[in-house]
């Protein structure tokens, strides 16, 4: 009805969470829920290309009423992929953590790709498979 979930990240009904919520946006001091989603995309190999398709995912991301987490689009802005590569998937791993969902892109599946679905299984996420054309994988 109002565009908030009454369950929260685990499936559980969080009634309290949901109506605090719809009374913020009912007063007009918010927005309408948008999940967080971390974006799962290759990006070693052919960055530059790479990294003008995870900006399209993002893109896409935002269009679909989501908040889109790159975490691959950030931390090589300020870390080094050949020293810190572990700090950085690290890192990739605790904002995952923060993520509603993980949506991963096209047929291609990385290793770094792989560490990240397996942990977001571990930790219970929900994945979502796209195409490269941004098309839902639903098999």
Same mark, same amino acid.
């Given at each position: #009805? ?15 969470? /949901?109506?605090?919520?719809? =009374? %913020? &946006?009912?007063? $007009? @001091?918010?927005?309408?829920? @948008?999940?967080? &989603? /971390? ?7 052919? %960055?530059? !290309?790479?990294? =003008?398709?995870? @900006? @399209?995912?993002? =893109?896409?991301? %935002?269009? +679909? $009423? ?5 975490? /691959? ?11 810190? !590569?572990?700090?950085?998937?690290? #890192?990739?791993?605790? &904002?995952?953590?923060?993520?509603? +969902?993980?949506? &991963?892109?096209?047929? +291609?599946?990385?290793?770094? #790709? +792989? ?6 299984? !571990?930790?219970?996420? =929900?994945? !979502?498979?796209?195409? *490269?054309?941004?098309?839902? %994988?639903? *098999?």
């Amino acid at each position: #009805m109002d565009g908030i979930s009454k369950y929260n990240s685990e499936g559980y009904p969080d009634p309290t969470c /949901h109506d605090a919520l719809a =009374r %913020v &946006v009912k007063e $007009g @001091r918010g927005a309408v829920f @948008r999940p967080l &989603v /971390h974006i799962c995309s290759p990006y070693a190999g052919d %960055v530059e !290309r790479n990294v =003008r398709k995870a @900006r @399209r995912y993002a =893109r896409f991301a %935002v269009d +679909e $009423g989501a908040i889109p987490l790159a975490a /691959h689009l950030l931390f090589p802005q300020f870390l080094s992929e050949e020293t810190e !590569r572990d700090l950085a998937i690290f #890192m990739a791993k605790v &904002v995952l953590g923060r993520c509603q +969902e993980v949506w &991963v892109f096209g047929a +291609e599946i990385s290793a770094g #790709m +792989e560490d990240e679905i397996s942990y977001a299984q !571990r930790k219970g996420k =929900r994945l !979502r498979y796209f195409t *490269e054309n941004l098309e839902e %994988v639903t *098999e």
